[in-house]
């Protein structure tokens, strides 16, 4: 809001920070699920999409009802559980002119739709790919999921005895060529991490470890507020730098960051802390989950990522046209095509 008159402050495109929200949430109070909502607000708000050019797939569970309280302009699936992926693939082919966004959790993405997950980050499906990661099921009263941590106990689940799911290391084995790990008690990382995921070419994935304020706020449990804010590794201090604007670096000492360019000139620029890290290396990335495993450290920051990958889009060679904009004509072959096919089959 401009305080000088009133008037709210309008992006590029003419748009408010209000024309991005959606309704109020129903979850509860304190929920991780609320602060990822709001840091997708002022993402899309800053990188001044239209939300009518953005479309929102989800599944089942609390975190398939996050679509409701942001881009209430924008067209919006909620599907089946663990089947978002699919949903994602049909809608994003017939027009590729649209920015996916999904939302998905732990049970959603790593139990019952883990299959979908892994062949729609192998085939590197252009969008954006939330996991709101709590470790429990939330809609059914707090039961394990599987990414809850083993050895964690429940007053009405018992000893989780199951090694959990890294989803992180999941998308990395699966040539995912864009990897981020954020946790929601860290908003300014969550949106910066949010702006380069919407400015990458290709499947994007955020793993936000958001605590279930009900059932899975417990101290021991990587998953609550306490254990995130007291265990966080951040690999760097992360800035999102769209394409055409100026870059400022001035107050970064000279050898102490790193310049990842984006396809449309973007840049996502790390400053260093203790670490000297490369995002761009897949098996340095590997290796560092496995060190964050073994030491029960929650990593957050930009994994990895691959802006030179083709995407399934390329493979296609998908006109400019979207397929749902096309006649019947335009989309079927030519009759003299058939029966050339045709002849050379019989």
Known sequence: ??????????????????????????????????????????????????????????GIGCSSKSPTYFLGRSFSFNGLHG????????ALFADH???????????????IGLGQFKHLVRRNLPMVYIVENNGVYGLTKGQFSATADRGLSMKKQGTNPYTPVDIAMEALVSNATFVARSFAGDPHQVRELLKAAIAHNGIAVLDIISPCVTFGNHEESV????????????????????????????????????????????QVILKKLEKDYDP??????L???????????LVTGLIFVDPEAPTMFDWYNMPD??????????????????????????
């Open 1 to 58: 809001m401009d305080q000088s008159n009133g008037t709210p402050n309008l992006n590029k495109v003419g748009l408010s920070r209000n024309d991005y929200r959606g309704t109020s949430s129903t979850l509860c109070q304190g929920c991780g699920h609320n602060g990822i909502a709001a840091q997708i607000v002022a993402a899309c708000y800053e990188m001044n999409l239209l939300p009518e050019k953005v479309v929102k797939f989800s």
């Open 83 to 90: 089947r978002m992926p699919s949903l994602a693939l049909g």
């Open 97 to 111: 002119t649209l920015k996916g966004i999904g939302l998905s959790g732990d049970g959603d993405s790593a139990s």
């Open 223 to 266: 998953h609550s507020y306490s254990y995130g804010k007291e265990h966080e590794e951040p690999l760097h201090e992360i800035s999102f730098v769209p394409a055409r604007d100026e870059i400022t670096v001035e107050d970064f000492e000279e050898g102490t960051t790193r310049d990842v360019t984006l396809h449309d000139g973007s």
């Open 280 to 285: 761009t290396n897949r098996w340095q990335a």
């Open 287 to 297: 290796h560092m989950l496995e060190d964050a495993q073994e030491n029960n450290w």
């Open 321 to 346: 046209m979207p397929l749902n904009r096309m006649t019947e004509k335009q989309l079927r072959p030519a009759p003299e095509t058939l029966q050339k096919i045709n002849s050379l089959m019989f």
